[in-house]
């Protein structure tokens, strides 16, 4: 009887630990940090629908966010400059997406009816 009143919490737990959505989870390791910079930059450099003024902003924003990886990584991160970089991160990951799909750019497929 003992082992069920232990058992139960702890599935409780874990229950809740598996349902936690992923977007929740914290940005607390630099290394993955630096992969989601660098796989910016390659979302960036394959982009389709983005004007070349709207790509070197882009390019341009995510060289800061190396540079400033690099100046935070001399130290040692702390806590708000790892959230910084995140938020940094979702910024232009989220401008990448709405310049993307904005149908202003490059000849595609998907506007090509922009340009008769």
């Known amino acids: 009887m003992k082992k ?23 940005w607390n390791n630099p290394g993955q940090i630096r992969a989601e910079i660098n796989q ?5 450099d394959h982009a389709r629908g983005l004007s070349r003024s709207e ?12 540079k400033l990886y690099k100046t935070y990584a001399r130290n040692g991160f702390t ?4 959230n910084i970089l995140s938020t940094r991160i979702d ?19 998907k506007n090509w009816r922009n340009y008769r």
Do not use: M
């Open 4 to 26: 069920l009143f232990l058992a139960a919490p702890l599935a409780l737990a874990a229950g809740a630990l598996l349902t936690t959505p992923a977007s929740a989870a914290t």
């Open 55 to 66: 790509e070197k902003r882009l390019e341009k924003q995510v060289d800061q966010l190396q």
């Open 79 to 82: 806590r708000g400059e790892l």
């Open 91 to 109: 910024s232009v990951r989220n401008q990448l997406f709405r310049l993307s799909h904005n149908g202003n750019g490059r000849y595609d497929n």
């Open 40 to 44: 910016l930059d390659r979302q960036v």
